[in-house]
């Protein structure tokens, strides 16, 4: 059976970023993680009542990696190496904002921008829900995927956009006229603060958590020994006036107010066939106490330090009570 490009309704743009995407900081975790899976080190998230701005410096990419960028489902990464993969992840700004601008320049030394009309997406799919509700639409009269994409986005041909323009590698994600129903939770600091703390491959403490430089040393070691990438990055989060850089929420003062917690113990993850799959790490109170704060109590699964699931998840696959780590 033959299909054509109305077999696929753009509907679906919203039904799948919707279902992924369901939190808005989502879409803050997606550009980060890309641009942890371009090498960037340093990136810095600014976050004002109009916009939010993703900047990292990264490889960048070129115009052939930003086209390729606008597909959906599609993805040239390696699911073994990247944390991203579904080709998904650049529309998760979808509900969030109006308009998605990212500025690139890759190791060619040329910029280009790519523009995502979000708000026209909306309204194209908003308009046609009313006609469809009055019946003045059929099924078969509904825009395709295709086409509103093809309406809805640009992108930059190569020395279109001046060099000073963008003088630095790497890429920066522009999101403007976000959605009021979202500004409240994204204008909270702490609330943003908290959120990429547990998701985001940060560096550790050494400020707060005595074994900081201990746990990214050996696990560092641990990886380079099987040929691995233990991921980490410096980040600094702007929400307003308020500037600060972020790290792991490790503590001392977690473990117990006047003790620090016990060594870390280490447990590479390995198959019986041999393969590497990851170390898990872990430091118990040094009182036999449940940890005070409730969201650091267990363990707490990663991919490329990017975290999946919630603590919780693995609450059931260790003896009731053991919550002292």
Request: charged fraction near 25%; proline fraction near 4%.
């Amino acid at each position: 059976m033959k299909l054509s490009k109305f077999d696929i309704g753009a509907e679906v743009i919203s039904i799948i970023t919707k279902g992924m995407y369901p939190d808005p900081k989502d879409a803050l975790r997606e550009y980060i993680q890309n641009g942890v899976d371009a090498f960037a080190k340093n990136l810095k998230v600014k976050i004002r009542q109009e916009s939010i701005v993703i900047a990292d410096d990264g490889v960048g990419m070129n115009y052939s990696v930003l086209r390729k960028a606008i597909r959906i489902g599609v993805s040239d990464k390696n699911p073994t190496k990247n944390v991203g993969f579904m080709g998904i992840g650049i529309y998760s700004a979808f509900h969030l904002c109006q308009r998605m601008t990212i500025y690139s320049r890759g190791s060619e030394d040329i910029p280009n921008i790519l523009t995502m009309d979000f708000g026209e997406m909306k309204s194209i799919l908003e308009d046609q829900k009313d006609k469809r509700l009055s019946g003045e639409i059929k099924s078969e009269e509904l825009i395709d995927l295709q086409t509103i994409l093809e309406k809805c986005i640009s992108l930059t041909d190569d020395g279109e956009v001046d060099s000073e323009d963008f003088p630095n590698q790497g890429t920066s994600v522009e999101l403007t006229g976000i959605e009021p129903e979202f500004y409240s939770a994204l204008s909270d600091y702490d609330e943003v603060a908290e959120y990429l703390r547990n998701v985001i491959p940060l560096r550790f403490d050494s400020s707060t958590f005595t074994y900081a430089e201990e746990v990214e040393s050996e696990i560092l070691k641990i990886c380079e020994r099987h040929n691995q990438k233990f991921e980490l990055i410096n980040l600094v989060l702007q929400v307003n006036s308020k500037i600060q850089a972020l790290f792991r929420p490790y503590n001392d003062i977690d473990f117990n107010k006047n003790i620090k917690p016990q060594s870390p113990i280490f447990f590479p993850i390995e198959s019986n066939g041999g393969v590497f799959y990851g170390v898990a790490w872990g430091c118990l109170n040094s009182v036999r106490r449940k940890l005070e704060n409730k969201s650091l109590r267990g363990f707490i699964l990663k991919k490329q330090g990017f975290s999946i699931g919630r603590r919780e998840s693995l609450v059931k696959f260790f003896p009731r009570g053991n919550t002292f780590f």
